[in-house]
């Protein structure tokens, strides 16, 4: 629905406060931190204080009433029209042809959208407002507007109403059994909980636990083939999830698909923190996890250095480590040849839909939540990821569970999604803080971890780069600025997929492809816009890519690892124990 005014705020960038919001800023912080009010009225006062600039609003507004006007005029007398406004290719909700067919129905939907895409565009563009506060007021904004559809409300929806007539009122009695369902649960659910069991439905690839420590579990897989690269591959998976979205299920699986290739692979399982863990930092993460899991690799295959991947989160902490490593190794000592990044921020300047979630009163209050508990509950984390894309992520479930009574689907990304991890207290406090607030992991030696001031620019070994081009968890223009970052002397190898952040990644080859990559090496300053230019596009995953760059890179073949050894013995069967924990 925002589709309309994403491209409206750009223009202007104030980044002071105007006076009238360091008036209301103290007021905001002590009972509205998120801003779900006090950035809707600070709006609109700034609207008031500027008539001029709400006269053309007003103005342009008037425009689309008066077509819609007419557009009514000619479905009421039974004429043909076209939409005066249509809606955003990604907004499903009126996609059902009543919406069309009917003129009734029609006059509604287009009432509706002529106010919420105007309304939003005046909130992106308030005068007098510094570019964050407009954005956060367009965001609270669209979540009221989502919220008051007329699709999430049954004497408004004709779907909902001819789908109760067709069924004789039986949608209704299994939407009511729904909302007690979810009542019950507190939580508008997206997948039955007990719709897959992990180890079992999930995160079926055979290996072993062969390393665990009070952070991480560390899974060798089993080899699939006679022969793998002397190299193993390690990855750092996030924390902020559990590990097994690289291993959903066979067809899925990128850990099946690389043994399958020939590659010898560990990866993360993290621990799911209680209060027990709650002075656990950044530090021990580097420490504890990445440096462990690499050191483990390393001596378990007799070799001294591995290919290491980071995802998301996992991928920061992996950048920090590279930098990390550089300085505490020395460049030619590193046990890392090469890395591989997915989806991952480095700097945060622009951190996407999430931004407004992130200043002093946001991070205040979550500070003092897991002050009282020792740890960020995943639910609290789920639920703000769930907002930034409420129409797909909320109110969808609302209408197909509550007033068409549907059964949930049982998808594997969506058991994953709400399967979530808490975050230990001073970890998060840290990372929001020194990445998101204060964007010191670009800084040159400006955060000192474990020991070693962080510098990106040490980085000299090669970098394979993934992201996708519609994530909006880790923009993938703000991802590309890596390659500004590292070392002019480390080659990059930079891929935008089609799809978003899960989806992106999670990418098997099929036949015929139904995704697509752009593939380029960028050079060290050469703009985002520049290099999509003279990238090539390719269809299919780029899977295919990475394993013929990574093939070319992991050294001869040799007979394949055992699974476990008499140094690492196995200590469980994959999944491993911490990813069962809730």
């Not at 670009?442 to 394979?464: C, F, H, N, W």
């Not at 394993?547 to 050894?565: H, S």
């Amino acid at each position: 629905m925002s589709g309309n005014s994403s491209s409206c705020h750009n223009s202007v960038d104030i980044s002071s406060l105007s006076p009238l919001e360091s008036v209301g800023k103290a007021v905001s912080n002590a009972f509205d931190p998120y801003g779900v009010t006090t950035s809707l009225l600070n709006a609109q006062m700034a609207w008031m204080m500027h008539p001029q600039e709400l006269t053309r609003a007003v103005n342009a507004l008037s425009g689309d009433l008066f077509a819609l006007q007419a557009h009514v005029t000619r479905r009421a007398m039974g004429q043909s029209s076209t939409d005066v406004v249509t809606p955003h290719g990604d907004d499903a909700r009126f996609a059902n042809p009543l919406w069309t067919e009917s003129a009734s129905w029609d006059i509604i939907k287009e009432w509706y959208l002529a106010f919420t895409h105007r309304l939003q565009d005046m909130y992106f563009e308030t005068p007098g407002m510094s570019d964050k506060e407009r954005r956060r007021a367009a965001f609270w904004l669209r979540e009221w507007l989502n919220m008051v559809a007329p699709t999430n409300f049954f004497w408004l929806n004709p779907v909902a109403m001819q789908r109760c007539v067709e069924t004789n009122g039986e949608s209704l009695k299994l939407g009511w059994e729904n909302f007690q369902r979810d009542a019950k649960a507190k939580n508008i659910q997206m997948v039955e909980p007990d719709a897959f069991t992990v180890g079992k439905d999930l995160a079926t690839t055979p290996g072993k636990v062969v390393f665990r420590n009070r952070l991480v579990e560390l899974i060798h897989y089993a080899p699939t083939t006679d022969k793998v690269r002397a190299m193993p591959i390690v990855i750092t998976t996030p924390w902020i999830n559990k590990f097994y979205i690289l291993d959903l299920n066979p067809k899925k699986s990128l850990v099946k698909y690389l043994t399958d290739q020939g590659f010898s692979v560990f990866i993360t399982s993290w621990k799911n923190p209680g209060p027990e863990l709650a002075d656990v930092r950044l530090d021990d993460y580097l420490l504890e996890g990445v440096n462990e899991a690499v050191r483990v690799a390393c001596e378990f295959c007799k070799v001294p250095q591995v290919h290491l991947v980071g995802y998301c989160i996992g991928g920061t902490l992996v950048s920090t480590y590279m930098a990390w490593a550089n300085k505490r190794f020395g460049a030619d000592k590193v046990p890392v040849a090469h890395w591989t990044l997915f989806t991952t921020l480095t700097d945060f300047s622009h951190p996407g839909d999430i931004d407004v979630f992130i200043d002093e009163a946001c991070i205040g209050a979550l500070e003092e939540s897991m002050a009282k508990k020792g740890y960020l509950d995943g639910n609290e984390m789920a639920t703000s990821f769930r907002l930034l894309r409420s129409n797909s992520l909320i109110w969808s479930y609302w209408v197909n569970s509550y007033l068409l009574g549907e059964k949930l689907p049982p998808f594997d990304v969506l058991f994953w999604n709400v399967d979530s991890t808490r975050m230990p207290q001073a970890m998060h406090s840290y990372y929001l803080h020194e990445m998101y607030l204060e964007n010191n992991l670009i800084k040159r030696d400006k955060l000192t971890i474990a020991g070693e001031s962080i510098d990106l620019d040490r980085i000299v070994q090669p970098l394979y780069a993934v992201t996708a081009e519609d994530d909006h968890i880790a923009p993938w223009k703000q991802c590309y600025r890596i390659r500004k970052y590292v070392n002019v002397k480390a080659p990059v190898r930079f891929v935008l997929s089609t799809s978003g952040h899960i989806l992106g990644i999670v990418n098997p080859p099929a036949n015929p492809p139904k995704r697509a990559y752009w593939i380029a090496e960028p050079e060290r300053n050469e703009h985002w816009e520049h290099w999509q230019e003279r990238a090539e596009k390719r269809p299919g995953t780029w899977w295919e890519d990475w394993t013929q760059w990574l093939g070319e890179r992991t050294g001869n073949l040799v007979d394949a690892y055992p699974v476990v050894n008499r140094k690492f013995p196995a200590l469980a069967d994959a999944p491993g124990t911490y990813v069962l924990e809730k």
